[in-house]
Every structure is written in C-alpha cells, then in structure tokens.
C-alpha cells in the first residue's frame, strides 16, 4: 500500500496521461473559486500537459488578496482543517483541507516515510510544531496511516526530548536541521551519546533550506541516515518531494503536483536541469488547488532518471528563496554558501548567523560562528588562525570579504521554529 510501484514506477507517458486527466479536473474544480473563476474564464479544457504553460501564475500576493475565501472551491461546510502562514506583514496566507485532501496528504506522507525506510515496527518522533505550521499535523497523519508509534512531542525542550527518545526507543524523527544540531550539543551537555544511548536510526530533515554538507554532519553525529524532505503549505504542507536512499535529489509525486521550473526574471519555462524557481501545480487537491503556483523557491530538476526505479522526476536541494538572496557591494549570495564554507571546516562550530550592515556606504557581512570546546581546543593564536582561514574561504566561495567572530556556544539566538540566520541591518525591511 505504501510502495505503489504501478504509480511510481509509471513510464513518462503514463505519468502525462493520469496527470492530464487531474490536470483538467482541478481546473474545472479551480474554476468554483473567486479566483479562479476569473483567472481561468477562458480556460476549458487543457488538451496536453505542454499547455499548461499557457495558463497564468499564481503567487503568494494573489493568495494574500484573495483572503479570506477567494480561494476555496467547495462549500464551507466541507472543509475540515485550515492552516495558515504566520501573516505578521498583512493578510496570513490560508489554506483550507477537506476530509479527502487530509487522507491524501497522509496517503503522501506516508509514502515518504516509507521510501526512507520506515516501518510499522518503528518508532516516531516528531519534533515538528504543531498548529497552523503544516510540519507537525503534516507527518503526524502519514505516520499514523503507516503505523508507527507516533509521539507527537512538538518543538524545543532538549532534555525531553532525548528522555522519550531513551525511553521509548525512538527510531525515526522528523527535525527541523538546525534544531537537530542544537539538540546534539543539548545531548552532549547531559553526557548521552546517541550512537551508543539512542535506537535512532532516520531522520526526516526540512522545511528550511540546508547544505549538503550539514545533512553529513548531523548523519555522522547521531550515526543514522537523513533524508531531505521539502513541502510548502500552499499545496499542504511536508511531502511533496522526498528523498529516495539513493540520497541525491527529491522525488517530486508527480501523481500529486506537476512540477516547472521557471526563469523569474523573464517568467520563461526552463529546459530541466536548469536552475531557476519552482512553480507547482496541485492536480490532487480538493478545497483548494493552486495553478501554477511561484513557490519562490531556488532548485533544478534532475534530467537523469534515478537509479531506485522511481520515474518521478527529482528535484536538486534547494538553494533558498528568490528573496533570501543577499546582495553585499553588488555581489548575489544566498545563505547556504556560507554555510556550505563553515561546515567544511572541522574546528568551527555549526551553529552561525549572518549579519550585514552599512558603513561609510559599503556593506559589511559579518558572520558569528559558535564556537565549541569539543571540535576546537587551541590557543588564542590558534584561534586567530582558524578565523582567517574561515575568512578565506569565505571570501573564495562568495566573492566578497566577510568578518568571522566566534561566540560560545549556546549565545546566538534561538528561534524554536525555522532558523533564522540572517539579520540584515542596513535597513529594516520585512519580507512576508
Ligand atoms: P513559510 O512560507 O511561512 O515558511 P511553509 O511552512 O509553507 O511556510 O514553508 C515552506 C517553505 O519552506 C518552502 O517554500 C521552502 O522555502 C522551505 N522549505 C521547505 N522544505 C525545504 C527543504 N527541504 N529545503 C529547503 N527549504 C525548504
Ligand atoms: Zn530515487
């Protein structure tokens, strides 16, 4: 039930025809909203997957405006579950499920979970926030559906968190990258090695966007496998691409969104294998399906077919958001380079944030690096060397010349959900 080999094995044609059909009917569904039936007025039916491209964009600003209801297809009265952005800046973008939308993303989740390896027989733990935030209830139904024990402990709380996981015997975890570091060094602190102390073996990391090199790094601390994991609440929430164990790049379920990859500038269709940003088409949503929906998120598609068998098409690791680009003195840097740079360097810590600000008309990037006793255990001297040496490095990935500082571990600001790693001080300006 959870390996549907007949859907994600299908050859490419296969795939075009039920997403065709799917395609055709979120339109005619689509087209019951304010939106839509606008949008779509002159729409009927798409005739092959090709022409999808002719149809317009949606983007996070149209789900803003169409606030509260401008979006949703069906009678209120069947809608079961609402999720919604956090909506500091304006109008929260909202998203609404109805029963079958929520047995379909479990069906997804599940799915996911399975591909990574995990069975009834496991444990879960899920470390995701539960709430309006889809990371939670997202997994907390698909691991259900695939019949794990599922400990729905939510964020934060270290000392808690590694007791169930001794306690019950956790297996399989779905954490936030950022916190799965935190929570190592909270684990170290207390004296538990999760190799020797924990039955930890999978971890789903996401939701925020991570370098490979980090992935390595909480693989090699806690000795388990971890697979990246990308969804976004506009079309539900966490598993709409997932990582296989061959571990290079995301299925994207085809059978449940159709995935283009756009020039942002010039809005032009890119061949696969180019770079550029991720526009979704939900084909299996009910309340609330969006058409060719700008996720502002930076990613390739992976032209070679993956050795696992699966044909749904993957997708690379996400570079950021469109709007996460810095741009310091004129140069494009994105936030993972930095962080790609410092976890290739043993004695620094991995936990960093990066500040930029303006003096005498120039940008400065300072990045702060927490700085630990286990990876490094020099002299002051020492110490000068390694922070110019970072600053080199720095500089060859990036182009520009950033400052490092080292703080002691366990000072830079938490934050209990996405990390939050640049604070960007030249003017205050908010994004969402
Ligand atoms: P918000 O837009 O408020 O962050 P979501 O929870 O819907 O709310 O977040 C979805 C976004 O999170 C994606 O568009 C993407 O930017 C980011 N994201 C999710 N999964 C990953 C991942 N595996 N790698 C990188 N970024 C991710
Ligand atoms: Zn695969």
């Known amino acids: 039930m959870f390996w549907q080999k007949e859907i994600e094995t299908a050859s490419r044609s296969e795939i075009e025809k039920f997403q065709l059909q799917m395609l055709n009917d979120t339109i005619s569904r689509a ?10 007025e002159n729409v ?6 090709e022409q999808l491209r002719e149809l317009p964009f949606t983007t996070k600003e149209d789900l803003r405006n ?9 009678d209120l009265s069947e809608v079961v579950r609402l999720h919604s952005s956090s909506g500091t800046t304006g ?11 929520l047995q379909n993303w479990a069906n997804i989740s599940a799915r996911c979970m399975y591909t990574a390896g995990a069975r009834k027989n496991d444990v879960f733990q899920n470390t995701m926030g539960y709430g309006l935030f889809t990371g939670g209830l997202g997994f907390h139904y698909g691991a259900e559906k695939l019949g794990m024990m599922t400990i729905p402990i939510g964020p934060g709380n270290s000392k808690k968190q ?75 929430g966490p598993g709409m691409a997932f990582e296989c164990p061959v571990q290079d790049g995301m299925h994207i379920w ?34 609330m399906p969006v058409i060719r929906y700008r996720t502002r998120d930076l990613t390739r598609i992976i032209p070679e077919l993956c050795p696992c068998g699966r044909t749904h098409r993957k997708i690379a690791r996400i570079k950021g958001r469109t709007d996460d680009m810095m741009i310091v003195n004129g ?14 360097i043993p004695q620094a810590g991995k936990n960093y944030i990066i500040e930029i600000m303006k003096k005498d008309y120039m940008d400065k990037l300072s990045v702060k690096i927490e700085i630990n006793e286990n990876t490094f255990d020099g002299t002051l001297e020492d110490l000068e060397c390694l922070k110019r040496k970072i ?40 994004k969402r």
């Open 331 to 344: 140069v494009n840097i994105f936030p993972v380079q930095i962080e790609k740079t410092i976890m290739n």
């Open 254 to 287: 085809e059978d449940f969104v159709i995935p283009e990859i756009i020039d942002p500038d010039t809005l032009e269709v890119l061949p696969d294998g180019q770079e550029g940003e991720f526009v979704l088409t939900s084909i299996n949503r009910q309340a």
């Open 44 to 49: 009927n039916i798409v005739k092959n997957i």
């Open 391 to 430: 600053e080199a490095e720095l500089k060859a990935e990036t182009g520009v010349s950033p400052t490092v500082t080292f703080v002691d571990q366990g000072t830079l600001p938490v934050t209990e959900g996405k990390a939050k790693r640049v604070y960007d001080l030249r003017q205050v300006k908010d």
């Open 162 to 236: 590694f007791w169930f996981m001794k306690n019950f015997g956790t297996t399989v975890v779905h954490i936030l990258p950022s916190y799965a570091l935190r929570l190592y060094h909270s684990m170290k602190e207390d004296g538990v090695d999760p190799k020797k102390d924990l039955k930890l073996k999978i971890f789903f990391i996401g939701a925020e966007p991570h370098t490979e090199e980090l992935r390595r790094e909480i693989q090699n601390l806690y000795g388990l496998k971890a697979f990246n994991s990308y969804g976004l609440s506009e079309i539900s």
């Open 91 to 101: 109008n929260p973008t909202v998203v609404y499920h109805t029963a079958q939308d």
């Open 31 to 40: 087209k019951k909203s304010k939106f839509y039936s606008k949008q779509l």
């Open 66 to 74: 169409g606030f509260p209801y401008g979006f949703l297809t069906v």
